[in-house]
């Protein structure tokens, strides 16, 4: 099976680095997952934006905090959720020197859309439209649209000024020999409300379904896309 961002991509899948094409080329067929430990050399955050980023770490979505040079993980695995889609995690812990800061996601390819859909945080509140593309220099990009809210009976989508669009590049260093991630979130009237940029080392392990961590997969599960 091919993994949910070949899905995506299609023939621009080769186009991508070797090394990017192995983070982001397996499925739950392959039983492998991707783990990764790192540094961000910065993270920053609008004071404007202090209280949605402050709601948002109760359910691991952004975060008031910045700094340099944080240590930080991301956790990637593959598995089929209960409604039988193909799922990737994005789970992301950044240490600070007080408090270990959370920003999690799953990700599935939604044969309606024919695109990827992003559910953010840890309970699939929040449903964000992907759109994929390569870089020029074999990495990448990820671009957030359109934003829609679930929870029991109740849908609807974000107003465009009230949202954040986020802009996500990760490619391989061939000189530095490692992992280089950016991600920059931007209101249309706030500006820049978010971001980070950082490197790291990624290990990839044989697992499968039963194998993956507790905290690993989100507490509830979305079927609306």
């Known amino acids: 099976m091919k ?3 070949e899905q995506a991509l299609g023939a621009d899948f080769g186009k991508l680095h070797p090394r990017i094409q192995q983070r982001f080329g397996f499925s739950s067929c392959d039983r492998k997952a991707s783990i990764g430990h790192g540094v961000m050399k910065q993270i920053w955050y609008s004071k404007w934006a202090l209280l949605p980023l402050f709601l948002g ?20 695995y593959a598995y089929v959720d209960p409604s039988g889609r193909e799922t ?35 309970k699939q509140h929040l449903a964000v439209d992907l759109e994929l ?10 671009c957030s649209g359109e934003q829609r809210f679930y929870e029991g009976k109740l849908q609807f989508i974000f107003p465009s000024l009230l949202t954040g669009f986020a802009d996500v590049c990760e490619w391989y260093d061939d000189e530095q020999a490692c992992y280089r991630i950016t991600v920059q979130v931007r209101n249309k009237l706030l500006g ?34």
């Open 192 to 225: 820049t409300v978010f971001r980070y940029e950082g490197a790291f080392q990624a290990s990839f392990i044989t697992t499968d379904e039963e194998a993956i961590p507790i905290g690993i997969k989100p507490l509830r599960s979305e079927s609306r896309e």
């Open 88 to 122: 990737v995690t994005w789970v992301r812990k950044f240490e600070f020197p007080r408090i270990v800061r959370h920003f999690d996601a799953t990700m599935v390819f939604s044969k309606r859309r024919q695109a990827i859909v992003d559910y953010l945080g840890n």
């Open 133 to 142: 593309s390569v870089t020029p220099n074999g990495g990448l990009r990820i």
């Open 57 to 76: 770490t109760f359910r691991h979505i952004m975060f008031p905090n910045g700094g340099r040079n944080i240590p930080f993980t991301i956790e990637n």
């Open 3 to 5: 993994s949910i961002y």
